[in-house]
C-alpha cells in the first residue's frame, strides 16, 4: 500500500514538475520569438510591446512586469504618447526628493511619449525630454488624481510617470497635459545652418499645452 | 498609529470570524479527528504565512506575476473549498445518518478554507513592521513603537474577535453554527471574487481588449466587490453579531432542568459565560465598525496647508522672528505685489540644525503648486514628492525656487525685491 502510495505521489510531482518546465520553455521560446520581431524604431518597437504584452503576458513578464495599457499610439503634435500603469515601485532620489516608498501608492502611471517625423530636431522614435507633463484622472466631474509626472528611468528606457494613490476601481477619464518644452527653457537652434527649420510655436500655438483624454477602465490596484 | 490599527481589521477581520466559528464547529460538533486534522491545519496555515511573508520581503527573485499567479491559486481553492464547506455543512445538518462520513467532507472543506484565507491575509500583516516609513529614524524611535503599538492593537481585535467567535459557536446549537457559519463563509468568498477577477485579468485569463463582452460582465462585478470590502467585513462582523445577540438572549434564563441549587448555580454561570462573550463579539464589532468609519477618516483626511502667516515688513523687506518659525514645521509667508499677484515663500527650521530652509513656494518643475506637510515630512502638492528637508533653500530638482534672504538679530529678512523678481512664476 506505501509503495502504491509512494508510486502515486512520484508520478503527480514527475507530471507537475514536467508541467512547469515546459510551461517556462515555452515562455522562453515565444519570448524569443517574440522579442526576434523588434523593429527599428522606438515607437514601432514600444507598439509591438504593448502588442506582446496583450498577446503574450509572459513575454512582457519576464522582466518582471506587465505594463496594462491605458491607450496607445496616440498622435499629440509631433508626439506619439502611450499611457500604462502598473504596480507602485521604489524610486531611488536625487539630493532634493526622498526616496518613494512603493507601499504608499496604488499604482505606477506612466506615459510614454516619443517624437514622430518632426522639424524641431528630434529623431524620429525618440524619447522626447524637458517636457511638463500634467494627468488627471477624473470620474465625472471628480477629480480622483492630478499632479505632474516627474522624468525617470526604468529598465524599458526614460518616460515621464509617478506613483499614485488610486484605491477604488472604476471607469475614469485620463487627460494627459504636454506642455511645451520652450516652457522649461530648452532652446532650438534658429540659424539656417544648424536650425532643424521649426520652432515649437509650430506645434504649440501661442505656448498653449497639447492634451489627450481617453476613457479608462481601471481594474483597482496592482499589489502583490 | 491609528493607520496601522485599522490594517488587520482590513486583511484578517473577516478570516477572524470564519476561523474561530470553523474551528468551534469542528471541535464542538464532530470528533477527535476531525479537530485534530483542524488544529494542524491551522498550525501549517501560520508557518505558511510566515514563510510567505518573509519570501515575500526577502526573495527578489520572486516577481509580481509569481504572486499574482500564487495569490490567483489560493483564492480559487478558497472560493471552491467555501462553496465546498457551505454544501458538506448543509449535508451534514439535514442527513444525521450520514453524518459518520460527512463530518470529515466538512473538516476537509474546512480546513481548506481556513488555510487558504489566512495565507492569503496574514502574510501582509506580518510585513508591515518591515514597511514602517520611518523617515530616516531608527527601529528605537517613538515613530516605530506608536506604529508597532497600533499594528499590535489592530491584531489583539482580531484575535479577540476570532475567539469570541469561537466561544460563541461552541454552544450555539449545531443548526444555528451551520447557517451562521455558512453565512460567513459566503461573505468571505464573496468577498475575494473582486480581487480574483483583477488577478484573471492581470494575468490575462480574462483580456480587457479581447474578451470585451466577458470583461463587461465581470467589471461591474469586480468594481462593486473591491471597492466596497468594508461592506462585507461588516457582514462578517454582523453575522457572528447577530449569533451573539440571539445567544445572549436564549442565555438570559435558565430553561433547562437542574436536581439541586449547585446544579442550577452551574447552569446561571455557563449561561453568564456566554452572555459575557456575546458582550465580547458586540464589543469588537462595534470597536471594528469604528475602525472601518471614523479612523479611516482620520486616516485618510487631506492634510491641512499651513495658512499663510503674518510677519513684520516694511517697504524693503519682510522680517520673519525666529521665534515664529522654530517648531520644525512648515510656515507660509507672501507679498501681494501691485498687480495685486500673492508671492508665496516658505520657511521650514532644519531637522537637527539651527539652519533654516528658505525658500518659493513654487518649484521649477511644478510651477506654482506650492508644497504642505504630511506627517512631518514636505510633500510637492502637484507630484507628491517627498522632499529633503535638509535641501531646501539650495538650488535644483524639486527644490523650492531660491531666493534672496539674509538672517540677522535672530531675523530671517527677504528682500521684497528678490520676491518680485519671481511675480511670473505666481499667476
Same mark, same amino acid.
Given at each position: 500500500m506505501k509503495k502504491i502510495l509512494a508510486i502515486i505521489c512520484a508520478a503527480a510531482m514527475a507530471v507537475t514538475a514536467t508541467a512547469a518546465l515546459a510551461g517556462c520553455g515555452s515562455n522562453n521560446t515565444s519570448s524569443s520569438k517574440t522579442e526576434s520581431k523588434?523593429?527599428?524604431?522606438k515607437a514601432e518597437e514600444s507598439k509591438a510591446e504593448a502588442t506582446r504584452a496583450e498577446a503574450d503576458p509572459a513575454a512582457a513578464d519576464d522582466a518582471g512586469f506587465t505594463e496594462y495599457p491605458i491607450f496607445e499610439d496616440e498622435t499629440v503634435g509631433f508626439m506619439n504618447v502611450s499611457a500604462v500603469f502598473f504596480q507602485a515601485v521604489p524610486m531611488t532620489a536625487g539630493a532634493t526628493i526622498k526616496e518613494q516608498k512603493?507601499?504608499?501608492?496604488d499604482i505606477h502611471l506612466e506615459a510614454d511619449i516619443s517624437a514622430l517625423e518632426?522639424?524641431? $530636431?528630434y529623431e524620429k522614435g525618440s524619447w522626447v525630454p524637458y517636457l511638463t507633463v500634467d494627468y488627471k484622472v477624473t470620474a465625472g466631474s471628480e477629480v480622483k488624481a492630478e499632479g505632474t509626472f516627474m522624468e525617470m528611468a526604468a529598465s524599458d528606457g526614460p518616460h515621464y510617470g509617478a506613483n499614485i494613490k488610486l484605491p477604488d476601481a472604476g471607469t475614469y477619464e485620463l487627460t494627459i497635459t504636454i506642455h511645451s518644452p520652450a516652457d522649461n527653457d530648452?532652446?532650438?537652434?534658429?540659424?539656417?545652418?544648424? $536650425?532643424?527649420?521649426?520652432?515649437f510655436d509650430d506645434y504649440f500655438k501661442n505656448g498653449e499645452p497639447l492634451s489627450v483624454t481617453k476613457t479608462w477602465e481601471y481594474t483597482g490596484p496592482v499589489k502583490v | 498609529m491609528l493607520k496601522f490599527f485599522e490594517q488587520p481589521t482590513l486583511d484578517l477581520m473577516i478570516n477572524a470570524v470564519i476561523t474561530g466559528m470553523l474551528y468551534a464547529f469542528v471541535k464542538f460538533k464532530l470528533n477527535k479527528v476531525c479537530k485534530i486534522a483542524f488544529l494542524s491545519g491551522g498550525g501549517l496555515a501560520l508557518a505558511a504565512s510566515v514563510f510567505v511573508a518573509v519570501q515575500k520581503n526577502?526573495?527578489?527573485?520572486?516577481k509580481l506575476p509569481f504572486w499574482n499567479g500564487f495569490t490567483y491559486v489560493l483564492l480559487t481553492v478558497l472560493a471552491v473549498a467555501s462553496v465546498a464547506l457551505i454544501l458538506f455543512s448543509l449535508l451534514w445538518l439535514a442527513a444525521k445518518r450520514l453524518r459518520r462520513i460527512t463530518q470529515y467532507f466538512v473538516t476537509a472543506a474546512a480546513i481548506v478554507v481556513c488555510f487558504t484565507s489566512i495565507v492569503n491575509g496574514l502574510p501582509n500583516v506580518l510585513a508591515y513592521p518591515f514597511n514602517?516609513?520611518?523617515?530616516?529614524?531608527?527601529?528605537?524611535s517613538t515613530d516605530f513603537l506608536y506604529r508597532f503599538i497600533g499594528l499590535l492593537l489592530g491584531f489583539l481585535l482580531v484575535l479577540v474577535m476570532c475567539i469570541a467567535a469561537f466561544k460563541t459557536v461552541k454552544k450555539a446549537s449545531a443548526a444555528l453554527s451551520v447557517i451562521f457559519m455558512d453565512i460567513a463563509v459566503f461573505i468571505g468568498a464573496f468577498s475575494v471574487l473582486g480581487r480574483l477577477l483583477q488577478l484573471m485579468l492581470q494575468l490575462q485569463i480574462i483580456r480587457q481588449n479581447r474578451d470585451r463582452d466577458l470583461f463587461k460582465l465581470v467589471f461591474p462585478v469586480l468594481q462593486f466587490v473591491n471597492n466596497n470590502q468594508a461592506l462585507f467585513i461588516f457582514g462578517a462582523m454582523g453575522c457572528i453579531a447577530l449569533l451573539a445577540v440571539i445567544q445572549f438572549v436564549r442565555n438570559l434564563k435558565v430553561r433547562g432542568a437542574y436536581d439541586n441549587p449547585a446544579q442550577k448555580r452551574k447552569l446561571r454561570a455557563a449561561m453568564r459565560n456566554v452572555r459575557r462573550w456575546a458582550c465580547v463579539v458586540l464589543a469588537c464589532a462595534v470597536i471594528g465598525i469604528v475602525n472601518l468609519t471614523a479612523v479611516h477618516a482620520i486616516n485618510n483626511k487631506k492634510p491641512v496647508e499651513a495658512p499663510v502667516e503674518q510677519c513684520e515688513m516694511d517697504h524693503n523687506n519682510m522680517y520673519v522672528d525666529f521665534s515664529q518659525v522654530d517648531d520644525g514645521h512648515l510656515h507660509r509667508f507672501a507679498y501681494i505685489t501691485d498687480k495685486g499677484v500673492e508671492i508665496r515663500f516658505i520657511v521650514i527650521k532644519k531637522p537637527n540644525s539651527s539652519s533654516y530652509g528658505v525658500g518659493?513656494?513654487?518649484?521649477?518643475?511644478?510651477?506654482?503648486a506650492g508644497y504642505f506637510e504630511r506627517e512631518g515630512q514636505i510633500v510637492c502638492k502637484r507630484c507628491d514628492v517627498v522632499m529633503n528637508i535638509n535641501t531646501i533653500?539650495?538650488?535644483?530638482?524639486?527644490?523650492?525656487i531660491v531666493i534672496d534672504y539674509e538672517v540677522k538679530d535672530g531675523r530671517i529678512i527677504v528682500p521684497i525685491e528678490g520676491l518680485v523678481l519671481h511675480e511670473r512664476k505666481f499667476k
Open positions: 523588434a523593429t527599428e524604431s512603493a507601499e504608499d501608492y518632426n522639424t524641431l $530636431g530648452y532652446l532650438i537652434h534658429s540659424d539656417a545652418l544648424t $536650425g532643424p527649420g521649426g520652432t | 526577502t526573495n527578489r527573485e520572486l514602517f516609513d520611518l523617515q530616516g529614524n531608527s527601529v528605537f518659493l513656494d513654487a518649484c521649477d518643475i511644478c510651477g506654482e533653500g539650495f538650488k535644483g530638482g524639486c527644490n523650492p
